[in-house]
């Protein structure tokens, strides 16, 4: 398996560029299954996430071609409604293809996903509004067989708690129901917003995404699509971490500074400077790093998927941090491994209390999913001498080439090949 080896000590300087959004794509992706007609994404990031999606489609029969910088997936010949356990293990994001399928078709088997590394991760949101639409849901032998007689009902979908997964498959779902479908409490992500974008350009007529009351236009007349995607606001966050934990100065162009509020005033309270620049926003840090407390939320609260790399810029600041993990339940598996480099934290609960100041010192440390494996890359940024940061396969999942990038921008970093 391949490894990453770091020698810390490098502020890093440049420009990076920002890929399209890996949770933009993935939904998108699902969403070719719901017509005949080809549908053209653009600004896909070169991830093993999105591989894999591409894969799980192609499996129920829809023809995938690549050309230099668009993936175009053709869903007109479609074979399977079923998708195995062994599939859905590998990613549980392959839940998103259970709407298309019911909707287009009527019929659909997908297997349960089961828990990951970050907590259970229960789809019963998603099923709740698939049975609200009047589909007919049971769970056999781990599957969720989904059925409906003569189609879907357009209704009102109140969802317990802003799920994006759950309003990105009720969303999808509704394209196809007779009449209006309204979506209350939905996720407000710039993800739901773009899976709309992607929808309408392929026909569908929906209002509201992005806000808590999305409403669908059911009956869809489905039409040929192309979509770019956007960039994705998680690897900009991270980077902008890269910068300010090194004390350094990146460009990370594409970036848009509209979808990460929070992320700008988390790192200003920390003493970061953030501006936009005509390419996208400049990260930059040359004062001391202040400890602050963080707690994650819905968007457009602090995102749960920056957590894990707030925690390594916590823990080279002066002072202490309070960071709480509302989203999921589990979402600390990071601690154990930063721990080894130095980082002194204590979990209670859902909440760790990071006390900065921290020298760090470089270790070998294992990758546990896909947000704490880059939380360690960045604490190794600034850790003396060497670590190597083991089962990259975590970290490949959702960054696009990401030591390259870092080396582009004077990281002392290198990818070992087993
Ligand atoms: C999406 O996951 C993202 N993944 C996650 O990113 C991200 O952390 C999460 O949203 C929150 O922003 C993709 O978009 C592919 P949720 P999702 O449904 O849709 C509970 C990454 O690192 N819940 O908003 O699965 C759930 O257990 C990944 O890129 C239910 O209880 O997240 C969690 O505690 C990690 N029942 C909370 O809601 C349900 O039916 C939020 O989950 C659905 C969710």
Not at 100 to 121: D, H, K, N, T, W
């Amino acid at each position: 398996m391949d490894r990453l080896r770091i020698v810390g000590g490098q502020r890093l300087q440049g420009a990076v560029t920002i890929s399209g959004a890996k949770n933009a794509a993935l939904p998108q992706i699902a969403a070719a299954l719901l017509s005949p007609y080809p549908l053209e994404l653009t600004n896909l990031p070169q991830v093993s996430d999105v591989e894999n999606m591409l894969n799980v489609v192609a499996l129920h029969g829809a023809e995938v071609s690549r050309a230099a910088h668009s993936t175009t997936i053709d869903a007109r010949a479609i074979l399977s409604k079923e998708t195995s356990y062994d599939t859905v293990r590998r990613m549980r994001a392959t839940v998103l293809v259970l709407a298309p399928l019911l909707a287009r078709f009527g019929e659909a088997r997908v297997s349960l996903p089961g828990g990951c590394a970050i907590g259970a991760r229960p789809v019963d949101m998603h099923i709740k509004a698939l049975a609200a639409l009047g589909a007919e849901i049971d769970i056999e032998n781990g599957l969720i067989v989904a059925s409906t007689n003569g189609g879907l009902t357009g209704a009102r979908v109140v969802l317990p708690s802003p799920s994006v997964g759950a309003t990105e498959t009720a969303m999808m779902a509704a394209t196809t129901a007779k009449g209006e479908t309204e979506i209350l409490n939905a996720a407000r992500e710039p993800e739901v917003a773009d899976l709309a974008a992607c929808l309408t350009a392929m026909g569908a007529r929906i209002e509201g995404a992005g806000t808590h009351r999305i409403l669908v236009e059911g009956s869809t007349t489905w039409q040929p699509a192309k979509h770019h995607g956007i960039p994705d606001r998680i690897e900009a966050g991270t980077y902008a971490v890269a910068a300010a934990i090194t004390g350094g100065m990146l460009e990370l162009t594409n970036a848009r500074l509209e979808n990460m509020a929070s992320v700008v005033q988390a790192l200003e309270a920390m003493g970061v400077s953030v501006w936009p620049s005509d390419r996208g926003l400049v990260v930059s840090r040359d004062g001391p790093l202040k400890g602050a407390d963080l707690t994650t939320e819905p968007y457009p609260g602090f995102p749960t998927d920056l957590q894990a790399q707030f925690m390594a810029l916590a823990a080279c600041a002066e002072g202490a941090s309070l960071i709480r993990e509302t989203v999921f339940e589990s979402r600390f598996m990071h601690v154990p491994e930063l721990m080894r480099l130095g980082v002194n934290v204590s979990l209670q609960g859902t909440t760790a209390l990071v006390r900065g100041g921290a020298k760090l010192k470089g270790a070998q440390v294992m990758a546990t999913d896909l947000r704490a494996s880059v939380s360690l890359v960045l604490a190794g940024l600034v850790s003396e001498g060497e670590t190597i940061v083991n089962r990259l396969y975590h970290l490949d999942r959702g960054y696009e080439q990401l030591d390259r990038k870092l080396k582009l921008c004077g990281a002392d970093i290198e990818r070992l090949s087993a």
